[in-house]
T-cell receptor
C-alpha cells in the first residue's frame, strides 16, 4: 500500500542552525512533491513544490531536495529562527489529484 | 483577499443530529477537498471535487456527504454524526492540475457527544 513517512518525533534545534526534515514514501511514483507548514489549530500553508525532474529547489532560507531513486525528499531551513517553529508536512499526489499528506514533523527552534 | 472560508469554526453537537459545515472559496478554483486531522493520524482526505457536479471519495468517506452545485462552495454534510467523527476538519482548494498548491481554510473543530 502507499505510504508517506515523516519523522513523527519532534525535532529540536538551536536557533541559527540548519533544520533538516525527511519525507520518505513507498508505492508512489509522484510527478512532484509539496511541503506545507502548519501552526497549531490553523490550516496548512503551502511552502514549496518540487518536480521529479528537479533535484533541488530553493526559496529564501528554505531548500528542498527530491531523490526519486531513494524515494525521499529532504526539507532544509537554514539559519533557523524561533518563528520557524511549526509542524511541517510533505504531500504527494497519488493520482487523479488525490493529494495525500504525511503525518508531519514538529520543529521546535530553541532561542 | 483570496481565501477559503469555513464555518463554523467550532461546533459541538450530539450523536445523530445532522449538520453541515460550509466551505467557500473566492479564487475561482476548480478543485476543492475536505480533510480531517486527528492526532497521530495526520490529515486524511474525505472527499474531493475536480469541478462542479464532480465529486470523488478520498481515503475516509464513510459517514460523510458532499455536494458541488456551485464552483465556489463545497459543503460537508454529516447525516448522522457519531463520536468517532470528532475531529478537526479542513477545506482546501486549488486551481486544479496535478501540481497546484492547496489553499486551506482555518478549520472547523467538531465535537460529537
Amino acid at each position: 500500500s502507499q505510504k508517506i513517512e515523516q519523522n513523527s518525533e519532534a525535532l529540536n534545534i538551536q536557533e541559527g542552525k540548519t533544520a533538516t526534515l525527511t519525507c520518505n514514501y513507498t508505492n508512489y511514483s509522484p510527478a512532484y512533491l509539496q511541503w506545507y507548514r502548519q501552526d497549531p489549530g490553523r490550516g496548512p500553508v503551502f511552502l514549496l513544490l518540487i518536480r521529479e525532474n528537479e533535484k533541488e529547489k530553493r526559496k529564501e532560507r528554505l531548500k528542498v531536495t527530491f531523490d526519486t531513486t531513494l524515494k525521499q525528499s529532504l526539507f532544509h531551513i537554514t539559519a533557523s529562527q524561533p518563528a520557524d517553529s511549526a509542524t511541517y508536512l510533505c504531500a504527494l499526489e497519488g493520482g487523479y489529484q488525490k493529494v495525500t499528506f504525511g503525518i508531519g514533523t514538529k520543529l521546535q527552534v530553541i532561542p | 483577499e483570496a481565501q477559503v472560508t469555513q464555518n463554523p469554526r467550532y461546533l459541538i453537537t450530539v450523536t445523530g443530529k445532522k449538520l453541515t459545515v460550509t466551505c467557500s472559496q473566492n479564487m475561482n478554483h476548480e478543485y476543492m477537498s475536505w480533510y480531517r486531522q486527528d492526532p497521530g493520524l495526520g490529515l486524511r482526505q474525505i472527499y474531493y471535487s475536480m469541478n462542479v457536479e464532480v465529486t470523488d471519495k478520498g481515503d475516509v468517506p464513510e459517514g460523510y456527504k458532499v455536494s458541488r452545485k456551485e464552483k465556489r462552495n463545497f459543503p460537508l454534510i454529516l447525516e448522522s454524526p457519531s463520536p468517532n467523527q470528532t475531529s478537526l476538519y479542513f477545506c482546501a482548494s486549488s486551481p486544479g492540475g496535478g501540481d497546484s498548491p492547496l489553499h486551506f481554510g482555518n478549520g472547523t473543530r467538531l465535537t460529537v457527544t
